[in-house]
């Protein structure tokens, strides 16, 4: 599978050609049906990583090909809960998984996330995203998963900021929400 992606070139990096070959190998295999189809999902699409390496893949490449597996796999556990539990089952699996959004949307802007020793995301940016996520939920305004991909979040420090890590994976939820919608 080599050269899938195309490949860096001088002294930039990109991802690593062999991880990334060996990853989208097993999901395939794992989509497909094989062996390893029940230790794959669209969270371990969502978080896989590959080191950097000279001459390695064009990283926005291999994340806009994540981006379409991670929505394959959530389409096809979609259609296969759907086959034996039905789209009203379905319908609720999903709202219950987006009700556990509602509890930082409800919080006061300021503190709908711990706040950083150090650098995070600025409060401000993070607070105006997640009120368009709310209006989404609340209104049905226009948002889609590629919209929460595309994100993002001036740095700031301390009180100013939020945690990285807790944000990003309230936004990794709500991809996966809005990937189950979409």
Excluded at 36 to 46: D, G
Excluded at 148 to 165: D, L, W
Aim: aromatic share 12%; net charge negative.
């Amino acid at each position: 599978m080599s050269e899938v992606f195309p490949l860096t070139r001088g002294f930039k990096k990109g991802y690593n050609p062999a991880e990334v070959d060996d990853f989208f190998a097993r999901a395939r295999a794992a989509y497909e049906g094989g062996i390893a189809a029940e230790k794959f999902s669209s969270p371990q699409v969502r978080n896989a990583s590959f080191g950097l390496v000279r001459a390695g893949y064009e990283t926005g490449l291999v994340d806009a090909a994540l981006d379409r597996l991670e929505a394959a796999f959530v389409k096809r556990d979609r259609a296969d809960h759907m086959a034996v539990n039905g789209q009203q089952a379905w319908l609720e699996r999903v709202a219950n998984r987006a009700t556990t959004l509602y509890p930082r949307m409800t919080r006061p802007e300021g503190e709908r996330f711990a706040h950083p020793k150090g650098l995070g995301y600025r409060v401000e940016d993070v607070d105006a995203f997640i009120e368009e996520l709310a209006e989404y939920f609340d209104y049905g305004n226009d948002l889609v998963a590629d919209d929460i991909r595309a994100v993002t979040f001036r740095a700031a420090r301390n009180e100013k900021a939020y945690e990285e890590g807790v944000v990003d994976a309230y936004l990794a939820r709500a991809i996966e929400i809005l990937l189950a919608v979409e």
